[in-house]
């Protein structure tokens, strides 16, 4: 019956979350939604600013070209992209899997349209159209209009405090989650549970010969007393040749009102 098999892909879609909202590999959350952030004093800078410019200059260097982005958080999540970012047009592929869960989710963006694979939804090689304004901020199916990049390490580097060289085309310091909810697909449930915490949160990254960002490893905060495993954002094949193509119109169908009551929406 859909409304079961819908009820399913709300759970599986929850947990496919879990690697960018702080949950552990076995789809434990690893936060609470229920505890506020820790009043704290406002960090203060320290950045080097010409460490912040070359991390800038790199970030925003995605808008120019074609590239392919993985994100992984332990074993259990992977988001892998191919962006053709002057052409706003990308494909993407996001698996999750938790204990007895597993969810691969395959996404298609050209310019504001946003097609979707999705189990339970679609059938052998058709695409459900999605309309992004009926979903909450922050949600994250793989890629989203109007966003080229689906870490948002542009965003995440603007919300640093204390930026420095760390070596040659190496760098460090911490970034106030608080200033950034929803880059990286990081909830604000889950910020909020970070506490004080999330306003420090430890990163590296690092530029390729041609000063382009190649990695950038955010160190998320222990929760409920849980390690959280590292979120690890690779870039590479810079300069690639798209091979996204827009799914024929008779492969395509309107997503119903339960997908996007499914994923929090409306």
């Given amino acids: 019956m859909r409304t079961a098999r819908l009820t399913g892909l709300g759970l599986a879609v929850a947990t496919a979350a879990f690697a960018v909202t702080g949950c552990t590999a076995d789809s434990t959350p690893a936060t609470s939604a229920s505890k506020a952030p820790e ?5 203060v800078s320290s950045a080097d ?7 800038s200059d790199a970030a925003a260097t995605l808008g120019d070209s074609s590239f392919t982005m993985t994100m992984t958080q332990g074993s259990g999540f992977q988001l892998t992209a191919n962006i053709d970012a002057p052409h706003g047009n990308g494909d993407a592929e996001m698996t999750a899997k938790g204990t007895n869960t597993a969810l691969t989710v395959r996404t298609l963006l050209f310019g504001q349209d946003l097609y979707a ?3 339970g939804v679609t059938q052998g090689t058709t695409w459900t159209h999605l309309d992004m304004t009926r979903l909450p901020d922050g949600s994250n199916v793989g890629l989203k209009p109007g ?7 542009a965003e995440l580097i603007g919300s640093s405090t204390d930026v420095q060289r760390n070596g040659e085309g190496s ?3 911490t970034l106030d989650l608080t200033r950034a909810a929803g880059m ?5 449930v889950t910020i909020d549970g970070y506490g004080a915490d999330a306003q420090r949160v430890p990163f590296e990254a690092t530029l390729d010969q041609q000063n382009r960002l190649e990695t950038l490893t955010l160190r998320l905060p222990t929760a409920d007393q849980r390690e959280a495993q590292p979120l690890v954002v690779k870039y590479s094949d810079y300069g690639r040749t798209s091979t996204a193509e827009k799914p024929p119109a008779g492969q395509i169908t309107e997503a119903p009102a339960d997908v996007y009551q499914a994923l929090g929406g409306k």
Avoid: H, M
């Fill in 117 to 119: 694979q999705i189990p």
């Fill in 49 to 55: 600013p010409a460490a912040v410019k070359a991390l």
């Fill in 184 to 188: 990286a697909g990081i909830s604000k």
């Fill in 39 to 43: 009043a704290s004093a406002a960090p």
């Fill in 171 to 173: 760098y460090a310091g």
């Fill in 147 to 153: 966003q080229i990049d689906p870490a948002n390490t």
